[in-house]
């Protein structure tokens, strides 16, 4: 289950006008940090507490006088909350963000510039999405892409060979024929309606895109975009592939973990899961995505530490934001084996935690990944997206008459941020 990335809040407007009447955007006072200072640090993921624990034990033991207390919110809660204390003048000194809120926290001055970070310890696709009009928001902690885990034992019994670097969609669409077996009751793929592990993958690898760099146009019109869309479809309608109504009684996933689904695409969170299941690391591992048109780019996306812009403590949070995503943090939540952490020349360790499976496929792919798309709104027009490609993916409507509809209702949203 991924801990942060493809679930998004449905925080809107919401904040913009909560945040304009507290008077939240205005500008911030530098913090007083002379004296015992007490920063608490929000995040939201359980699994990941104990290594948060060591890095502000880390930062306390080097910033004698400072101390950094934990507060675990579960990820269901952690942004209705997260308004509430931001309008109420009570959010953490430092806490998580991911990029689809990134720019509407940052837009809206919550968020406090972070200078004198090296960002070429960081891949320029994590650190562009905690960019807003050329100033580095937030801090990349860590970071998840894209990979095909597939079942070793289905391949084993139909005879076919395991996937390869290089492969090519043809190919995997090839090999989810020749895995499928209808009176076992086996699917070869899984075309799930899945934004981040699934269709803004093959969107980039088609050549065509969600939103524009900018964050204020539309990609769902172009013909290279439907393309990407198309790759799933068809999964679905040659039936290498359950039909959406099949995925929504039965998850794709459990599908794929009780040997139904011989090929399912998800992210290097699912190591942490699958390595830890004796049941299941002896029999999966995963492959790096296959070549679209335009190659195998898979989504990047992670999580960055962020300063409140208006914590009384500000010098103070701002050091231990970027002291929370530098080295030797990035150390420890590499041991920890939870997460792949961002800082450059630090995830061999993350890879080593679970030698079974071929990790590098996660790294390797930051080489060619593409940033999660997002604006200032991102809940807006992914609701758009979801309600209308879940009518495509349901075959209810064509792919070209559904993302025309998307694109038009999306690129409205996008205008509506600009006034």
Not at 184 to 191: I, K, M, Q, R, T
Not at 235 to 263: H, N, R, Y
Not at 273 to 282: N, S, T
């Amino acid at each position: 289950m991924p801990r942060h990335h493809h679930r998004r809040t449905r925080l809107a407007a919401l904040l913009t006008a909560a945040l304009a009447v507290t008077g939240l955007a205005a500008c911030s006072s530098e913090g007083d940090d002379r004296g015992p200072v007490t920063l608490q640090y929000g995040i939201w993921d359980p699994v990941q507490q104990p290594a948060m624990q060591k890095i502000a034990d880390a930062y306390e033991k080097e910033n004698p006088g400072v101390t950094v207390k934990i507060q675990v919110t579960p990820f269901s809660q952690y942004w209705t909350k997260l308004q509430t204390a931001v309008t109420g003048g009570s959010a953490p000194d430092v806490f998580w963000m991911n990029g689809p809120n990134s720019k509407l926290y940052a837009s809206n001055g919550v968020l406090a510039p972070l200078d004198g970070v090296d960002t070429s310890k960081y891949s320029e696709g994590l650190t562009d999405i905690y960019t807003v009009d050329g100033k580095l928001y937030g801090v990349p902690k860590d970071f998840d892409t894209i990979g095909v885990w597939y079942d070793k034992a289905l391949f084993d019994a139909a005879g076919v060979a395991y996937p390869e670097a290089g492969w090519t969609w043809d190919d995997y669409l090839a090999t989810a024929k020749a895995l499928t077996n209808p009176e076992a009751g086996v699917w070869g793929s899984a075309a799930a309606l899945n934004d981040q592990q699934n269709y803004y993958d093959t969107i980039a690898q088609a050549g065509g895109s969600v939103i524009s760099a900018d964050g204020t146009t539309t990609g769902y019109d172009d013909p290279k975009t439907r393309e990407g869309i198309q790759f799933w479809i068809d999964q679905i309608t040659s039936g290498v592939s359950p039909t959406l109504e099949q995925m929504t009684d039965t998850s794709p996933e459990d599908a794929f973990l009780s040997g139904k689904i011989a090929m399912y695409w998800s992210g290097s969170w699912s190591a942490n899961k699958y390595g830890q299941d004796p049941a299941i690391a002896d029999h999966v591992d995963v492959a790096p995505l296959p070549r679209g048109p335009e190659g195998n780019q898979s989504v990047v996306h992670g999580l960055a530490n962020v300063a409140n812009a208006k914590s009384p403590h500000l010098d103070a949070a701002k050091k231990f934001a970027v002291f929370a995503s530098g080295e030797q943090a990035a150390g420890i939540q590499a041991a920890s084996g939870a997460v792949i952490p961002a800082y450059e020349g630090t995830q061999q360790a993350w890879i080593d935690a679970y030698p079974s499976f071929r990790l590098s496929v996660f790294t390797d792919a930051l080489d060619t990944a593409v940033p999660y798309p997002a604006s200032i709104n991102t809940a807006a027009w992914t609701a758009i997206q979801d309600q209308t490609l879940s009518q495509v993916w349901a075959l209810s409507i064509s792919p070209e008459e559904g993302l025309a509809t998307l694109a038009k209702k999306m690129q409205a949203a996008l205008d509506k941020e600009k006034k």
